[in-house]
């Protein structure tokens, strides 16, 4: 039975981690269109989940978890918007580094990986269910 245990703390790590992964990749559509309130202030900057593997002592198995969220350091894109508060002197405002077909496709990959973590969840739960028929 220990063995099923961590099989399922090694799934549930990795559905935390790509719950995590999907709560970034919302704050950044979220803000895919938010500017800066006055000139000389930078917009929204897109966010990165930074994974790493770790240690679990008490299940003797390598998990996963977001570790940290690093800002993407590409640059802004210009949008030409003379009469918003925050344009230069050429007219043209910051927009956010978010591309939302990047952001989708992030989105999508993050809900496969989770529900492939899910699944092989449920594939320990009914192994440990037939385990429990078999010794009744």
Do not use: C, W
Request: proline letters at 5%; charged letters at 25%; aromatic letters at 6%.
């Amino acid at each position: 039975m220990d063995d099923l245990n961590t099989a399922m703390a090694i799934s549930a790590s990795g559905m935390r981690a790509q719950s995590g992964r999907i709560r970034i990749v919302a704050e950044n559509l979220a803000n895919a269109n938010s500017t800066a309130d006055a000139q000389g202030v930078d917009p929204y900057r897109r966010q990165v989940p930074i994974f790493s593997s770790y240690l679990d002592r008490n299940a003797d198995a390598t998990m996963v978890r977001m570790a940290r969220v690093e800002l993407d350091p590409t640059a802004f894109t210009l949008k030409y918007d003379p009469a918003h508060p925050a344009a230069n002197a050429e007219g043209y405002i910051e927009m956010p580094n978010v591309n939302p077909l990047i952001e989708m496709m992030d989105l999508r990959e993050a809900q496969r990986s989770y529900e492939a973590n899910l699944g092989a969840l449920d594939q320990v739960r009914s192994m440990a269910a037939s385990t429990l028929r078999i010794l009744e």
